[in-house]
Nanobody
Framework: QVQLVESGGGLVQTGGSLRLSCVLS????????MGWFRQAPGKEREFVAG????????GYTASVKGRFTISRDNPKNTVYLQMNSLNPEDTAVYFC?????????????????WGQGTQVTVSS
């Protein structure tokens, strides 16, 4: 059974940076595409960034392009989300997700496994 555990969330001021980490256990990490989603209070869970199985393919939602970077370290079974130039609109619970199929996933339905989430709060 795949388990995903996120870490790295916290409180940061506008303009600051955070790096989220997500470790996959229970299966071979290289077999899964990975993604990050976020959910703000009262809003739907939305796609933030995704990476294919070897990290060669990545994608981002428009609002984070140029500020966020997804990367994966396959030997460490870990996917990262580097977040720079944070603003209050980035405040949300951030979820890591894994998908069994190849290719880049950009919707919730593309993913098979989810972490428990980590809170990111950006103060103005």
């Amino acid at each position: 059974q795949v388990q995903l555990v996120e870490s790295g969330g916290g409180l940061v001021q506008t303009g600051g940076s955070l790096r989220l980490s997500c470790v996959l256990s229970g299966r071979t990490f290289n077999n899964y595409g990975m993604g990050w989603f976020r959910q703000a209070p009262g809003k739907e869970r939305e796609f933030v960034a995704g990476a294919g199985r070897n990290g060669g393919i990545t994608g981002y939602t428009a609002s984070v392009k140029g500020r966020f970077t997804i990367s994966r370290d396959n030997p460490k079974n870990t996917v990262y989300l580097q977040m720079n130039s944070l603003n209050p609109e980035d405040t949300a619970v951030y979820f890591c997700a894994a998908k069994r199929t190849s290719g880049l996933g950009t919707t919730k339905e593309d993913y098979d496994y989810w972490g428990q989430g980590t809170q990111v709060t950006v103060s103005s």
